[in-house]
C-alpha cells in the first residue's frame, strides 16, 4: 500500500488521517493534532524552503505518514495496555450474587453515579452557553463583530467539549482525546468561517451541548431518588430499634409512623434492609451502564 | 540470506522502543525551561548530527504517555506559527525515573559492550 508522497502540510495530515482510518477517533485527533504543531513549527524555523521540499525533508526527519500512524498505534497498545486495571479478576468471580455485589468495589460505578449528579450543573450551564452564543452569533450576524463573536463562540464550544472528553474518560474509562480539535487548513477569516459551519462535528458538539439539560435532569433525578430511596430503607430498622428503646430522638416526642405498620417489625427490619441494598447496587449498576453508554455516545458527536 | 537496510532498520527500531523515553526524559531533566515536541525532536536531532537513528515523530506519543504516567507536567501557550503549542516540564517522579534508567542503561550499555567486543571475563 503505498500513497504519493505528500506534497503539502495539509496533504500530509490527510495521508496521516487515512492511515490511521479505522482507529481510536480519539488517538486520530492526538496523532493530527502532534503533527501539525510539528509540521508548522519547521515551515516556520525554514521559511526560505518550498512547501514541497519542506515536507520531503519531513518525511525523513519527522516520519512518513505511515510511520506515523504505526508509531501511534504501538504507544496506544502498550500505554492502554500498562494502564488498564485487572479487571478480568472480578469479572470471573464464580458467584452471580457476589459478582452482583462486586460493583461496591468498582471505584468507576462511585466516579459515574457523581457524574450523573454532576451532570445537572453541566447540562444547565452548557444549554445556557448554548442557546446564549446561538442566539448572539445569529443575532448579530448582520453586524461585523458577530464574526467574532461566532469564532469565539465555536471555539469555547471545542474548548468545553475537550474538557467533557477528560471528564468522562475519568468516570468512565473510555478513550478520550487529550488534544483539542486541530484547527484546520489555514486560510482567511471567511473560509475559516466556512469550513466550521461545513463541520458536522460543530453541529454534533452544539446539539450535545443542548441535549445534555434534559439528560442532566433525567440523570439527577436518578441518582438522588435512587440514594434517597436505598438509604431511607436501610435506616428503617435503626429508626425502629431507636424508638423502641427510646434512645437518642432528634424529633423530640413526636415518633415515626411506618406505613404499613408490618414494616416495623423484624420481618420488616430484614424486608427493609434487602430492599434497600438492592436499590442501591442496582442504582451503581445502572449508574456505570449509563455513563459508559453515555460516554460512548459522547465520543460519536464529540469526536468522530 | 543477505543482510540488507530493512534488518538494519527494524533491529534500529526494536532498540529504539524504550530509549527514546530515556533520552526525551535526559533532555527534559538537563533543561531548565519548559520545551515543546518539536524543540525537543530538534535537540535530540542535532545531538545526532548526520544519520537520524529514529524518526522526531516517535517522541510525541512517548512525551504523551510520559505525562500520562505523572512523569512531566504540561501546559498550552498559543503560537504564531501553527496550533497552540504543549510545554512539557518534568516531575519529580520524572527525575527519579530517570536517574533509575540511566543506572539501568549503563549497566545494559557496559554489559553488551563486554560481549560484543569479546571482552567477558
Request: charged fraction near 20%; charge should be positive.
Amino acid at each position: 500500500m503505498s500513497r504519493p508522497a505528500p506534497r503539502s502540510i495539509d496533504d500530509y495530515l490527510a495521508t496521516l488521517r487515512a492511515e490511521l482510518a479505522g482507529d481510536d477517533p480519539a488517538v486520530i485527533q492526538d496523532a493530527l493534532y502532534d503533527a501539525e504543531e510539528h509540521l508548522r513549527a519547521e515551515a516556520a524555523a525554514n521559511p526560505h524552503v518550498s512547501e514541497a521540499e519542506l515536507l520531503e525533508r519531513v518525511a525523513a526527519t519527522y516520519g512518513r505518514p505511515e510511520e506515523i500512524a504505526a508509531g501511534y498505534r504501538d504507544t496506544e497498545t502498550t500505554v492502554a495496555r500498562a494502564l488498564q486495571p485487572p479487571a478480568s479478576r472480578r469479572l470471573a468471580s464464580p458467584h452471580p450474587l457476589s459478582r452482583f455485589f462486586a460493583v461496591y468495589v468498582d471505584p468507576r460505578a462511585y466516579s459515574s453515579l457523581f457524574f450523573m449528579v454532576l451532570s445537572l450543573v453541566t447540562g444547565v450551564a452548557y444549554f445556557t452557553f448554548a442557546v446564549t452564543g446561538l442566539s448572539l452569533s445569529i443575532g448579530l450576524a448582520i453586524l461585523i463583530f458577530g464574526v467574532p463573536v461566532f469564532i469565539a463562540f465555536i471555539g469555547i464550544a471545542r474548548v468545553i467539549s475537550l474538557g467533557e472528553g477528560r471528564l468522562l474518560e475519568a468516570v468512565s474509562g473510555e478513550r478520550m482525546p487529550r488534544r483539542p480539535i486541530h484547527p484546520g487548513r489555514s486560510g482567511t477569516l471567511w473560509e475559516q468561517i466556512r469550513a466550521m459551519l461545513r463541520d458536522a462535528r460543530t453541529w454534533t458538539t452544539l446539539a450535545y451541548l443542548l441535549l445534555m439539560l434534559p439528560i442532566g435532569i433525567i440523570y439527577f433525578v436518578t441518582a438522588v431518588t435512587g440514594v434517597s430511596v436505598g438509604v431511607s430503607f436501610l435506616l428503617v430498622p435503626l429508626v425502629g430499634v431507636a424508638q423502641r428503646l427510646d434512645w437518642w430522638l432528634p424529633w423530640g416526642d413526636e415518633r415515626i409512623l411506618f406505613s404499613p405498620r408490618w414494616l416495623d417489625t423484624p420481618v420488616g427490619w430484614i424486608f427493609c434492609v434487602v430492599f434497600g441494598a438492592a436499590v442501591l447496587t442496582t442504582l451503581l449498576h445502572v449508574a456505570r451502564g449509563v455513563v459508559g453508554l453515555h460516554a460512548r455516545a459522547a465520543k460519536v458527536l464529540l469526536v468522530t | 540470506m543477505a543482510v540488507d537496510d530493512s534488518q538494519a532498520r527494524k533491529f534500529q527500531k526494536e532498540l529504539n522502543v524504550g530509549l527514546v523515553a530515556l533520552v526525551v526524559l535526559a533532555i527534559l531533566d538537563r533543561s531548565s525551561d519548559d520545551l515543546y515536541g518539536y524543540e525537543i525532536a530538534k535537540r535530540l536531532q542535532r545531538a545526532n548530527a548526520g544519520e537520524a537513528l529514529f524518526k522526531e515523530g516517535t517522541v510525541y506519543p512517548v512525551l504523551r504517555a510520559l505525562s500520562a504516567g505523572g512523569f512531566l507536567t504540561s501546559r498550552v501557550k498559543p503560537s504564531t506559527t501553527g496550533p497552540p503549542r504543549r510545554y512539557y516540564r518534568i516531575t519529580r517522579e520524572g527525575r527519579a525515573l530517570f536517574a533509575q534508567w540511566s543506572v539501568i542503561w549503563t549497566q545494559t550499555r557496559d554489559f553488551v559492550d563486554r560481549i560484543v567486543q569479546g571482552d567477558e571475563r
